[in-house]
């Protein structure tokens, strides 16, 4: 498995099914995400962000059904950062504290991924675009909005599997650590992949609303 597609497993990536997460609608799985993921930072009770934790583990594998090492996994990364986390707190602060931080992150982020997993990526445009149309009234598009979050969200794994590649080429040649030297190229496939996107965006017609209707004025 390519390292991109490694960076899109851990994100999460929707997986067509028949279990009751992806039968539940999307609004539901917002509800479940705030109840889940957002509370336990809000009410910051320990034993109820364990009780969060432990929830969202059971919806993610038996309510989705998502595979163990999917709807588990978080990276060696974030287990560090979380070992950091709870040690500091246990040794130097309220050890409830850092189960409070540490069990929250997990559930949301095990929950955000029930979420991306299990709705595919249309109904989750539609979603944002609905809870969008309040700012109609300010002059914002709600179709575009929705546009630009699902591109914001698609290209994550694209720019972390693109710093993958780069680090890994740059091991390969004894650079690993001149990390600056990483910058440049970032950037160079940043510009390039953004260019693409917006020559596809205008092949489709997106993104020329204004220039129609300037022409429109000027007749």
């Keep these: ?15 067509p099914g ?42 993610a594998l038996v309510v989705a059904r998502l595979p163990p090492r999917l709807g588990l996994r978080i990276g060696a990364p974030l287990w560090i950062m979380n070992g950091l986390v709870l040690g500091y707190h246990l040794v130097l602060g309220d050890w409830r504290r850092g189960v409070i931080y540490v ?8 929950v955000s991924r029930v979420l991306t997993c299990t709705t595919s990526p249309d109904a989750l445009m539609d979603a944002i675009a609905g809870s969008a149309r309040i700012l109609r009234p300010l002059g914002a598009s709600p179709e575009k909005f929705a546009l630009a979050v699902t591109l914001m969200w698609a290209t994550i794994p ?31 496939g940043v510009v390039g992949h953004a260019l693409e996107v917006g020559d596809a965006l205008r092949a489709r017609g997106l993104g020329d609303e204004p220039e129609i209707e300037e022409q429109g004025r000027l007749r």
């Design 1 to 15: 498995m390519s390292r991109a597609a490694r960076v899109q497993d851990y994100l999460g990536v929707y997986l």
């Design 18 to 59: 028949d279990t009751p997460a992806h039968r539940l609608p999307v609004g539901a799985k917002y509800l479940m995400l705030m109840a889940l993921g957002v509370l336990p930072f809000l009410l910051r009770i320990w034993w109820f962000s364990l009780v969060c934790l432990a929830a969202s583990v059971l919806v």
């Design 103 to 110: 069990a929250s992150l997990m559930a949301c982020l095990y």
């Design 158 to 188: 694209y720019l972390l599997g693109s710093v993958l590649s780069i680090r890994q080429a740059a091991r390969a040649r004894g650079l690993e650590r001149s990390s600056w030297r990483f910058v440049i190229p970032v950037m160079v």
